[in-house]
């Protein structure tokens, strides 16, 4: 794909949402960080249902190592590997503590070093809590840049490579915003909404389906 095309691509995205925000709700950078953890394999409806009722008893890493692990379970038990993201979320909260006083930081080497943080967690707090030009990969990105021909490449980490490399200076800090949306309700995985695509004609997936 040129460069001519991307650019395209990415003015199409931004005239269709000129102020892209995650759907995740929060208030601090630390509330964004637990939620996006919460997040792996599940969805951010499921984790704002059951952040809900977690952030006003527990939104501080103090508040959550008090909880424990037990205490923390009842609030997440409705999203997947709940055991899991509680033992990683009590972990996290305390190397947060003893590491970071309590903060979290702005250093994606600092972030990936936090029990339960890789690489897509560190960039999307850095993008959003920061507002750092990082490009974190999901699925939903992974998809879209490999269907479009946008960006690429056989895994997440490539293909974040290549979004930063490609992608236009002024469109880098809001183009995870723009994809993950794109993947998630136009780009989908089984039947791409090909008929409601802003950027139909420029997308270089041969089998559309329109």
Same mark, same amino acid.
């Given at each position: 794909?040129n ?55 527990a ?9 424990? #692990? ?7 038990? @409705?999203?997947?590997? %709940? +055991?899991?993201? !509680?033992?990683?979320?009590?972990? /996290? ?11 979290v ?28 030009p ?23 980490? #490539? ?7 490609? @992608?236009?200076?002024? %469109? +880098?800090?809001? !183009?995870?915003?723009?994809?993950? /949306? ?8 089984r ?20």
């Amino acid at each position: 794909m040129n460069p001519a095309k991307r650019l395209a691509i990415y003015e199409r995205l931004r005239e269709q949402n000129p102020y892209p925000r995650s759907e995740l709700v929060y208030r601090t950078p630390f509330e964004l960080l637990i939620a996006v953890v919460l997040s792996a394999q599940a969805t951010d409806k499921s984790v704002n249902l059951a952040t809900a009722k977690l952030f006003p008893v527990a939104r501080t890493p103090q508040a959550i190592v008090k909880l424990g #692990e037990a205490g923390l379970i009842p609030y997440i038990q @409705t999203i997947g590997l %709940f +055991r899991t993201k !509680a033992k990683n979320v009590v972990a /996290l909260c305390r190397r947060l503590i003893e590491a970071y006083g309590g903060e979290v930081p702005s250093d994606h080497d600092a972030l990936v070093s936090l029990p339960g943080v890789g690489r897509k967690t560190a960039n999307v707090v850095l993008n959003v809590a920061f507002g750092q030009p990082t490009i974190a990969v999901d699925t939903h990105i992974f998809r879209v840049a490999n269907r479009t021909g946008l960006a690429p490449g056989r895994t997440p980490e #490539e293909v974040e490579h290549k979004l930063v490399k490609f @992608t236009p200076e002024q %469109f +880098r800090h809001d !183009a995870h915003h723009w994809l993950i /949306l794109h993947g998630r309700y136009v780009c989908q995985a089984r039947k791409p909404l090909c008929a409601q695509c802003v950027i139909v004609d420029l997308c270089e997936y041969r089998h559309k389906t329109v």
